[in-house]
């Protein structure tokens, strides 16, 4: 594939809502990352897929936040019961092999939720 | 929470123009990545700095990092319209496993 893919690009959903954001990575990367970025900073980490293997999920905001992985390609990140202050942009990136080389990321899918 | 911060928050410079941006961090590093955003666009690698590296260029980009003081610089020479974007630097701890953002510079390049 040409590069990192998201779908949707944009989602409105009502408060309470439960949504779901897909990541296609690029072929044969091993290393899957999600990120949350609000407007006007910096993108936040919130998971870390090696694999199928969730190593690291330390930036999930609360158990609301559900991301997998399960064949080691595609990875879904879902929100349950979405609030206001889940609205941001939700970045997808990938890596070859291992965190120290540089990611690949998706052009996001901008979550509003009203 | 953030890990670094940039300066300027904004930067506006002719076309033709310098443009330098720094950022500081706060813990040991593996490496320091520089990524560039445009409105509406996903982020875009520019240049990667290991942490026993001292100076990088790659184009008309040039990256500085100087780990005693915990900082890094990236400079853009002889800057085109399209350089216009946000610019972030990123951050790999020595055991981390993700990128630690800082807050962005806004550049602008006016022709």
């Known amino acids: 594939g040409a590069g990192v893919s998201q779908s949707p690009r944009y989602k409105v959903a009502k408060r309470g809502q439960d949504v779901a954001l897909r990541c296609d990575p690029i072929?044969?990367?091993?290393?899957l990352f999600w990120y949350q970025q609000a407007l006007g900073q910096g993108p936040e980490f919130l998971t870390y897929?090696?694999?199928?293997?969730?190593?690291?999920k330390s930036g999930l905001p609360s158990d609301r936040f559900f991301a997998e992985r399960p064949e080691g390609s595609v990875s879904t990140l879902k929100i349950q019961r979405t609030q206001q202050e889940d609205s941001a942009v939700y970045l997808c990136?990938?890596?070859?092999?291992?965190?120290?080389?540089?990611?690949?990321f998706g052009p996001g899918t901008r979550l509003t939720v009203l | 929470s953030q890990q670094g911060e940039e300066d300027p928050q904004a930067l506006s410079i002719q076309e033709g123009e310098n443009a330098t941006m720094n950022c500081s961090y706060k813990?040991?590093?593996?490496?320091l990545q520089w990524y560039r955003q445009n409105s509406g666009r996903g982020l875009v690698h520019l240049i990667l700095?290991?942490?026993?590296?001292r100076e990088k260029h790659s184009g008309r980009l040039r990256v500085t990092l100087d780990t005693s003081k915990k900082s890094s610089s990236l400079l853009i020479t002889a800057s085109r319209a399209a350089d216009t974007a946000s610019y972030f630097c990123?951050?790999?701890?020595?055991?981390?496993?993700?990128?630690?953002f800082g807050a962005g510079t806004i550049l602008r390049v006016k022709s």
């Open positions: 990136a990938s890596s070859l092999v291992r965190v120290y080389n540089e990611q690949f």
């Open positions: 072929s044969g990367h091993v290393s």
């Open positions: 897929f090696q694999n199928e293997a969730q190593l690291d």
């Open positions: 813990t040991s590093i593996n490496n």
């Open positions: 700095i290991r942490s026993n590296e």
């Open positions: 990123a951050t790999v701890t020595e055991y981390g496993n993700k990128l630690v």
